[in-house]
């Protein structure tokens, strides 16, 4: 699929998949960029085809049925001020805002202030789109669990075989 993004380019997606969607980039994450962008993936952030499907209660930005994002939506400058474009953020992941992936993180609005940016904080750990997202998200200090991070349930682009950008990080699920 790689190859028919080498020609002109039309949409700003196609311009960042002639550099993103190769080896390299499954090498770093594991997780291949251009099968999560297939147009035959089960679900993904709407990049490549416009959103469809439910509509999620937890999402509080105006992204609605047949709109799409650009890539630089997500990958942009995280200094409102300075230059726009993929490749100005001071973030991991080059994102407009901090995203913690690491597999025991303390939840709180600058932990995944990214996400927060278009999911309701309030909403997701209320429950109301999956029943146990706060118990994964906050733990339990009760019985002494951590929390973990979005990124360990979540492909943030995509999953090629499951809904709901269900994508397990191996690493943190399987444990050492």
């Known amino acids: ?26 090498k770093m994450t594991g997780r291949k960029l ?10 993904q952030h709407p990049v490549t085809k416009v ?7 937890s999402l509080s930005s105006a992204l609605g049925q047949g709109q799409t994002l650009l890539c630089s939506d997500c990958h942009t400058n995280d200094d409102p001020d300075g230059p726009r474009g993929p490749h100005g953020s001071n973030n991991r992941f080059l994102l407009s805002g901090n995203y913690d992936i690491d597999e025991y993180a303390d939840e709180s609005p600058f932990a995944y ?3 927060y940016s278009c999911h309701d904080r309030t909403s ?31 492909a ?7 809904e709901h950008l269900l ?9 050492d």
């Not at 429950?127 to 349930?153: A, N």
Request: charged letters at 25%.
């Open 156 to 162: 943030s682009h995509g999953s090629s075989q499951n």
């Open 124 to 154: 997701i750990l209320s429950d109301e789109s999956f029943p146990w997202h706060s118990e994964h998200i906050l733990g339990d200090p009760i019985e002494g669990r951590s929390g973990t991070s979005c990124y360990t349930c979540h």
């Open 34 to 43: 251009i099968d999560q962008f297939s147009p035959a993936a089960r679900s």
């Open 51 to 57: 959103a469809s499907g439910e509509k999620l209660p």
């Open 1 to 26: 699929m790689s190859g028919q993004y080498l020609e002109r380019s039309l949409r700003e997606y196609e311009i960042c998949l002639k550099c993103h969607a190769g080896e390299e980039n499954s």
């Open 167 to 175: 994508e397990f990080n191996q690493a943190a699920v399987e444990g």
């Open 113 to 115: 202030e990214f996400c």
